[in-house]
Each structure stands twice: as structure tokens, then as C-alpha cells.
């Protein structure tokens, strides 16, 4: 929807499986509208309505790699990229004073230093996964290691498909955060990966 009165949401990353995902549900939103698409430099999109690249009709959004120029011109960002994007994301966002939503997982603790500064200055909501079902498992998850005693071990085991970029997943971090924090410990200093 292109009613200039709702809000709008740039898309960073665009291009990607999970970009293109979130494109689609703001053009069928009846709530919010899709204000711009972000896309690295170089990148064929850049300069091409974004309908078009995803193999239907012009919605008449243009792909940039311009992403301070998109994310002043919306209320919201939403970014599923890559950790290095998403911390310079986090600046231009602030600095445009857009909501950042940030789905992008396997980021550092310097990752995340970087974006709590930013978000000194603009609205940050970050998550693992942005699933309901999954944030109830970690509100679970807490109260169940809260309750079970040392006797008890926790294990966390997951299997993705081939292309999943980064290990643990954002999703077994946020269960292992949640047990970790129901137990009153650090999960860096117990944790034992494999």
C-alpha cells in the first residue's frame, strides 16, 4: 500500500530470502507501507524497482545503497543482514531517528556495544528470533532452570539447513541466555560448545 499517511519501512538486505519475505508482508499490510529497500553497493538491485527485481510488477520503490537517504524517509527499519551491516545500520538508523528492528543474529560483543550506543539515541528491538512461540520457550526456559538444581543438566541441540551462516543460532543463544539467567550464572563462563 502506497498511502503516504502510514508509516513507513525501509527493508535492508532486500534481496535476501529473508528480505524479500519482509517486502512482501509490507505491501500486503493494510498497516504500514514500504518506504525503500537497502542494498549493498554494487549490487545489481541498486537502481531498479524493487517489484521488478523480485520477478513481479513495478511497486514503484527504487533499490539504493544510499541507506541514511531511505531509513530519514521511514519510521522504521527492519534488518535481517549480516553483523557488520547491521552496526552500521544501527548508526545511520540512529541517526535518522528510525525505529531499528534487528533480526541479524552471530553478532559480537563489540557488535552489540555498538548498537546499544546507537540505541542511546533511537528506538532498538533486537531479538534471536522474533517468533512469539519461541519468546514463551524463553520465558519457559528460565522459570525451568530457575526451578531444577545443579543435578539437572541443560543441553541445547539444534540442526539447520546448509546455508545457515552462523552457529550457535541466535534462537539456541537466547535459550541458552534465558537458562543461564534462571540459574544466575553467566552463560560465556558455563557454557561448553561442540
Request: proline share 2%; net charge negative; glycine share 10%.
Amino acid at each position: 500500500m502506497s498511502d503516504s499517511t502510514l508509516p513507513g519501512i525501509v527493508i535492508t538486505g532486500g534481496s535476501g530470502r529473508m528480505g524479500q519475505m519482509l517486502i512482501r508482508t509490507v505491501i500486503e499490510s493494510d498497516a504500514a507501507r514500504l518506504a525503500g529497500v537497502v542494498e549493498r553497493a554494487g549490487h545489481d538491485w541498486v537502481g531498479r524497482d524493487v517489484g521488478v527485481c523480485m520477478g513481479g510488477a513495478p511497486l514503484g520503490v527504487t533499490v539504493t545503497d544510499d541507506a541514511l537517504q531511505a531509513f530519514s524517509q521511514a519510521q522504521a527499519v527492519i534488518d535481517f543482514t549480516a553483523p557488520a551491516a547491521t552496526v552500521e545500520f544501527a548508526a545511520l538508523a540512529a541517526q535518522a531517528r528510525a525505529t531499528h528492528v534487528i533480526g541479524t543474529t552471530g553478532l559480537s560483543a563489540d557488535d552489540l556495544a555498538r548498537i546499544s550506543a546507537a540505541a542511546r539515541h533511537a528506538t532498538v528491538v533486537r531479538a534471536g528470533n522474533m517468533s512469539l512461540g519461541v519468546n514463551l520457550l524463553v520465558q519457559l526456559t528460565k522459570r525451568v532452570a530457575a526451578a531444577l538444581d545443579e543435578d539437572f543438566d541443560i543441553e541445547i541441540i539444534e540442526y539447520h539447513h546448509n546455508r545457515k551462516v552462523d552457529a550457535p543460532s541466535g534462537t539456541a543463544l537466547m535459550l541458552g541466555e534465558a537458562a543461564a539467567e534462571g540459574r544466575g550464572v553467566d552463560l560465556e563462563e558455563v557454557a561448553d560448545r561442540g
